[in-house]
């Protein structure tokens, strides 16, 4: 199951890629480094709220950048960019509304372990949420994920446009 659910994500990622740097064709030099990035970034978010990871092993601003060097066509997305986005990251992890849902009942009910009822945790180990339920979720989390995207970029038109007056 999981190389299918790989690959999945693979294309949409790339398809994302590919669509935001139709529509905002200055930001980056190709399609590949926004794909790139967007990896970055998912695993970036995985490494600082990952309750797995101990704080002196999660990533850093730094550490963010150094991983992300080279990556436009050879060269280095500006420092402040990346800066940013770690810091948003880092502040506001990146989560499915359901997980939300399910971290707040688990207080509720306590003493029961996330992971037991996690959507991405059944979908990953295959025990069934609808299929329905699943594809309502993905695309909801995609939509949110875009628009994220969308405002960081557009506040870094803004800024840019203001330090050129």
């Not at 740097?21 to 967007?38: G, V």
């Not at 080279?70 to 989560?95: Q, T, V």
């Amino acid at each position: 199951r999981l190389p299918g659910e790989a690959q999945k994500i693979d294309r949409m990622m790339e398809k994302f890629a590919e669509r935001f740097c139709l529509q905002n064709p200055s930001i980056f030099p190709n399609a590949d480094t926004a794909f790139i990035l967007a990896f970055s970034v998912i695993m970036l978010n995985t490494d600082l709220h990952n309750p797995a990871i101990k704080d002196e092993r999660k990533m850093t601003k730094n550490g963010f950048v150094s991983i992300n060097r080279g990556i436009a066509s050879g060269a280095d997305l500006d420092e402040d960019f990346l800066g940013e986005i770690f810091d948003r990251i880092k502040m506001d992890p990146i989560s499915l509304k359901e997980d939300d849902v399910w971290r707040a009942k688990l207080k509720v009910a306590g003493g029961v372990t996330e992971s037991a009822f996690s959507p991405i945790y059944a979908t990953l180990t295959g025990i069934s949420l609808s299929d329905r339920a699943k594809r309502e979720a993905f695309e909801k989390e995609r939509v949110d994920m875009v628009q994220v995207s969308e405002a960081l970029v557009r506040q870094r038109k803004l800024a840019n446009s203001m330090v050129g007056c």
